[in-house]
Antibody, heavy 120, light 107 residues
């Protein structure tokens, strides 16, 4: 049974960097048939895709235009996990953040969510 | 980016009712559409993938149909645990985009 377990802080100061980690069990971050995504959800923006990484003989990365200048999604094969870094956080980045597996046009496994508040 | 609309934005229904939600997209997705159910404080739960394929463990009262630019989620007989918000998601191309959601509440 595949599970995703998120970890990271719930409070970030303005201008600082958000770092979240998603630990994978029951699958591999290096899988040739999956992609590993980050989404967020807020009342003002709804459910929003942020970025992904996937392995197909090499690593690939895709990012949403809205955050492209300040986002990094990285795999960690040694720990079988992937991470989200979002720089220059503002109050508009306050949201629930989710890590999600895509098994091929099918977003089937979701992490439990991390509520992130940006406030001084 | 592909634009997604859902209708209605909300509806009130009773247990046993047949409920239909529609998702329309700005360009053809073939059949690359997912449907999700979300309850307060929880992550979205996958119900339907590939427009009409039922995810393992999901009750058969959830029925997906459509292709191209128009898709439908039908709940054939609404159960008490089905009161929730429902979202469509295009999984055809990056960026993946969700619809705005349909809230199903008690009449």
């Amino acid at each position: 049974q595949v599970q995703l377990q998120q970890s990271g802080p719930g409070l970030v100061k303005p201008s600082q960097t958000l770092s979240l980690t998603c630990a994978i069990s029951g699958d591999s971050v290096s899988s040739n048939s999956a992609a590993w995504n980050w989404f967020r959800q807020s009342p003002s923006r709804g459910l929003e895709w942020l970025g992904r990484t996937y392995y197909r003989s090499q690593w690939y990365y895709d990012y949403a235009v809205s955050v492209k200048s300040r986002i990094t999604v990285n795999p960690d094969t040694s720990k079988n996990q992937f991470s989200l870094q979002l720089n220059s956080m503002t109050p508009e980045d306050t949201a629930m953040y989710f890590c999600v597996r895509d098994r091929g046009h099918c977003f089937d496994i979701w992490g439990q969510g991390t509520m992130v508040t940006v406030s001084s | 980016d592909i634009q997604m609309t859902q209708s209605p934005s909300s509806l009130s229904a009773s247990v046993g009712d047949r409920v239909t939600i529609t998702c329309r997209t700005s360009q053809s997705l073939s059949n690359y559409l997912n449907w999700f159910q979300q309850k307060p404080g929880q992550a979205p739960k996958l119900l339907i993938y590939a427009a009409s394929s039922l995810e393992s463990g999901v009750p058969s009262r959830f029925i997906g149909s459509g292709s191209g630019t128009e898709f439908t989620l039908t709940i054939s007989s609404l159960q008490p645990e089905d009161f929730a918000t429902y979202y469509c998601l295009q999984s055809y191309s990056v960026p993946s985009v969700f619809g705005p959601g349909t809230k199903v509440d008690v009449k």
